[in-house]
T-cell receptor, first 110, second 113 residues
């Protein structure tokens, strides 16, 4: 079945630095790629998503890029803040269900 | 944060017990999901119900038995579980054919002793 690889599994950055998380996939039919954030003790929540008809989408300090040819998409967080510390999951849509990556634990140190 | 609710929030059960987890969504969605979250597999899809019909069963052991009586309610019946089944069980709902955004419940923290 479809598989999503996510890297890195952990990421530590200094406050104010940028963070990049990358996911690769194999099914070229996927056309919807969301990112979820799960803070400690809370439920995962959608933070940004992108559809295959665009290459980049930005929402304030977060952006997602998609390269359909190379089958990878990335989450970019600029000017990181301590409240960005969480586990981030990439996902893709596969026949009406989401396939999630293995998660990246981001720690932002003040 | 009240769109998807789950009860109980915490559950401790012995390996011979039978218990049920409940999920309810108030968003008018047409699909509901059960996920298992543990340190080994952060978000593992277990079951999918689309318009009350089970469309996915990801090789889940038969000691987990889902039930979806209507599009707003989802149950996970548990019996003769193993200690390795201890995990956070998350329910989610979405509108298939529309936005596909999944709304998660707060989860049930299950401990099997």
């Amino acid at each position: 079945g479809e598989n999503v690889e996510q890297h890195p599994s952990t990421l530590s950055v200094q406050e104010g630095d940028s963070a990049v998380i990358k996911c690769t996939y194999s099914d070229s039919a996927s056309n919807y790629f969301p990112w979820y954030k799960q803070e400690l003790g809370k439920r995962p929540q959608l933070i940004i998503d992108i559809r295959s008809n665009v290459g980049e989408k930005k929402d304030q300090r977060i952006a997602v890029t998609l390269n359909k040819t190379a089958k990878h998409f990335s989450l970019h967080i600029t000017e990181t803040q301590p409240e960005d510390s969480a586990v981030y999951f990439c996902a893709l849509l596969n026949t009406d269900k989401l396939i999630f990556g293995t998660g990246t634990r981001l720690q932002v140190f003040p | 944060e009240t769109g998807v609710t789950q009860t109980p929030r915490h559950l401790v059960m012995g390996m011979t017990n039978k218990k049920s987890l409940k999920c309810e969504q108030h968003l008018g969605h047409n699909a509901m999901y059960w996920y298992k979250q543990s340190a080994k597999k952060p978000l593992e899809l277990m079951f999918v119900y689309n318009f009350k019909e089970q469309t996915e069963n990801n090789s889940v052991p038969s000691r987990f038995s889902p039930e979806c009586p209507n599009s707003s309610h989802l149950f996970l019946h548990l019996h003769t579980l193993q200690p390795e089944d201890s995990a956070l069980y998350l329910c989610a709902s979405s509108q298939v054919g529309s936005s596909y955004e999944q709304y998660f419940g707060p989860g049930t923290r299950l401990t099997v002793t």
